[in-house]
């Protein structure tokens, strides 16, 4: 196996994810994690795979047009801007939910009983709007590409949509989840070009996880 190029997330999960890829022998075993999360492209000479560290909703777009075969990034992410790639493995780290969440002073515990035109704020508009629309509640959507949970203590928004994974943040700022939208993990993704050209290598490769996240699982 070698000479795949891999868009890895960086932050929390990266770490987590490179442990899983070196179990399956895709990332040479005595690669330093400290050293390699310095650099933005790098090349394990003992596999010959290459490496690029990217923010988690940026991996999708690397693997889409070509500049890496493979990437790891979360459901989320793959549900909120339906690139062009082929979902290969999940490997059932980086759990969280995206939710529904209101201020707990609105005495609100439904989701039916949100009032039309309501402001969301959210980083994941596509997702929301398809939400709401199934629903059948209009609301408008305010985009924030982070601190969601901000917007409605200073008026932004009425409510969120937002990830979480333990909730903490969400009681910090006395929100209340009131929906749950989808779960999510992190995935192994391939773009339409390299799943044909490199077949082989990837098809290990995603035989190796699952049997590694198998294993975890046991």
Not at 13 to 24: N, P, R
Not at 72 to 91: F, N, S
Not at 195 to 213: C, F, H, R
């Amino acid at each position: 196996m070698g000479d795949i190029i891999t868009a890895l997330p960086k932050g929390r999960l990266l770490k987590v994810v490179v442990d899983i890829l070196k179990k399956a022998d895709f990332i040479s075993k005595d690669l330093d994690i400290e050293e390699m999360s310095r650099q933005l492209v790098f090349t394990d000479e003992k596999t010959g795979n290459s490496f690029l560290l990217a923010k988690p909703k940026d991996v999708p777009v690397y693997v889409e047009h070509g500049a890496a075969d493979i990437g790891v990034t979360g459901k989320d992410v793959i549900l909120e801007h339906d690139r062009r790639l082929y979902e290969l493995a999940d490997l059932k780290v980086g759990w969280c939910k995206l939710v529904v969440a209101v201020p707990e002073a609105k005495g609100i515990t439904r989701v039916e009983d949100i009032p039309e035109h309501s402001r969301v704020a959210t980083s994941f508009p596509t997702i929301t709007r398809e939400f709401f629309q199934k629903m059948g509640i209009q609301v408008d959507i305010i985009y924030l590409n982070g601190s969601v949970e901000l917007a409605p203590l200073i008026d932004l928004a009425d409510l969120i949509v937002d990830i979480t994974s333990t909730g903490t943040t969400l009681r910090k700022n006395n929100l209340l989840p009131i929906a749950e939208i989808c779960e999510s993990t992190s995935r192994l993704v391939v773009n339409n070009v390299s799943y044909k050209t490199k077949y082989q290598a990837v098809s290990k490769l995603m035989t190796a996880i699952k049997e590694e996240v198998a294993n975890n699982e046991d």
